[in-house]
């Protein structure tokens, strides 16, 4: 996410997403409120991924569940 306004997450799941890094997100700067994250994976076997769930800084999170995420190092 470069430039401009903040991702904004609200009353939303994110769920069972796969990425190389960050499997539910993969950025900075971003607002969740009342979200859950789950069921994400970040790399792979044989393979180094950040954050299975979220894989950035400068994050706000309100009333959110973030949980049975994975990261394979």
């Known amino acids: ?3 401009g306004s903040p991702l904004s997450v609200t009353d939303s799941t994110i769920a ?3 990425a190389y890094n960050g499997g539910a997100i ?3 700067n971003a607002h969740l409120t009342n979200t859950t ?3 994400n994976t970040a790399g ?3 393979s180094n991924g950040d954050g299975g769930a979220i894989d950035g800084s ?3 999170i309100l009333n959110s569940t973030i949980a ?3 990261a394979y190092n």
């Open 58 to 60: 400068g994050f706000v």
């Open 37 to 39: 994250i789950t069921g």
């Open 1 to 3: 996410m470069g430039g």
């Open 68 to 70: 049975g995420n994975t």
């Open 44 to 46: 792979h076997f044989g």
């Open 16 to 18: 069972h997403n796969a």
């Open 26 to 28: 993969d950025g900075d």
